[in-house]
């Protein structure tokens, strides 16, 4: 169990990335894929009759994937990756999966809990994985019952499904010493590497005016206020990570009302939620692959978590979230 890794609100991490990237991914026809098993929920089974086969950019270096599986029939579904974490597809079960099936993302959605979606890594697998130029296949499952955040689930799933055009797509080759020499800089579209020790969440950048900071060690999630606007907090909090060497990761968004940043380095990853509030605006940053070990203590100004515990952490996470939805305009 202590390798089990289980992230509330990573959800927004894979939720947003998905909702803003899906327009860019091929997709295999669900019709076409086939689906056994049982996916089950506080003893509820989630019914998983469909899966959509999404391209994702490589990660890590290494050429993925993306498995969605839903109760719904996804066909006329533009977004199915972000529908399905939203639950407008039934139960879903969303897996980033590497060719040789490791699983480095898991999304868990089901009907049955109300704490969802969230996001699990550490325990579930995906076993005899086969990938063709054509097809994949796989058996996904969990080692019996786990919990999450006081809610049981349970996997078990055989599939098989055609394989989208340009899925798996090769990771370019790094480029030959000699092509460096005219001092060409490195594109900022290149993925991150992950080199040394983790970055200190407290060496993060913070954008001028900053207040109520609040560091969740246990869902490694920053939150504060801004007396300045939407986009004028946005502007600066990027210019502030570009400066300290943040790139640009697929699944941003900057609309009238709200901000979604997405940055990477070093194999960290940070979801930034930007939302008005009266005159200002709140932000909501969840990280990955920052050391949590020693978080700088909250503002004098700060308020602490309601509840001070996980659920109460959650609950009110889960509840922003629908309230930013409710701000980002149909057909986004």
Request: positive net charge; hydrophobic residues 40%; glycine residues 8%.
């Amino acid at each position: 169990m202590k390798n089990r890794r289980l992230l509330s609100l990573p959800a927004a991490a894979c939720l947003f990335s998905a909702t803003m990237i899906c327009s860019l991914h091929t997709l295999a026809a669900a019709d076409k894929s086939t689906v056994s098993g049982k996916f089950l929920g506080d003893g509820k089974d989630g019914k998983i009759q469909h899966l959509v086969v999404q391209t994702h950019e490589p990660f890590n270096d290494k050429a993925a994937i993306r498995l969605v599986f839903t109760e719904k029939d996804p066909s006329s579904s533009k977004k199915p990756d972000f529908d399905a974490a939203f639950k407008k597809l039934g139960s879903a079960l969303i897996l980033s999966v590497f060719k040789d099936g490791g699983v480095f993302g898991c999304e868990v959605a089901h009907a049955a809990h109300p704490k969802s979606p969230f996001s699990a890594l550490g325990e579930i697998k995906v076993q005899d994985f086969k990938a063709t130029d054509s097809e994949v296949s796989g058996h996904v499952v969990t080692p019996g019952e786990l919990d999450a955040f006081g809610q049981k689930w349970q996997v078990d799933l055989t599939f098989t499904a055609p394989l989208p055009k340009g899925a798996f797509a090769a990771v370019e080759a790094p480029e030959p010493k000699s092509a460096k020499k005219g001092g060409k800089k490195k594109s900022d579209d290149e993925p991150a590497v992950a080199t040394g020790p983790k970055m200190p969440v407290g060496q993060l950048p913070l954008p001028a005016g900053a207040h109520d900071v609040e560091y969740k060690t246990i869902v490694q999630q920053i939150a504060f206020s801004a007396d300045a606007s939407v986009s004028a907090v946005a502007k600066d909090f990027s210019a502030r990570l570009k400066e300290q060497g943040w790139k640009d990761a697929s699944g941003s968004l900057t609309g009238k009302a709200n901000a979604i940043l997405k940055r990477k380095l070093n194999g960290a990853e940070l979801t930034i939620m930007v939302q008005p509030a009266g005159s200002g605006c709140t932000v909501k940053m969840f990280t990955q692959g920052l050391d949590w070990s020693n978080p700088p203590a909250a503002g004098a100004a700060s308020k602490p978590a309601k509840g001070g515990d996980t659920n109460s952490i959650e609950d009110e996470a889960n509840r922003l979230i629908k309230d930013a939805l409710k701000q980002i305009p149909k057909g986004f």
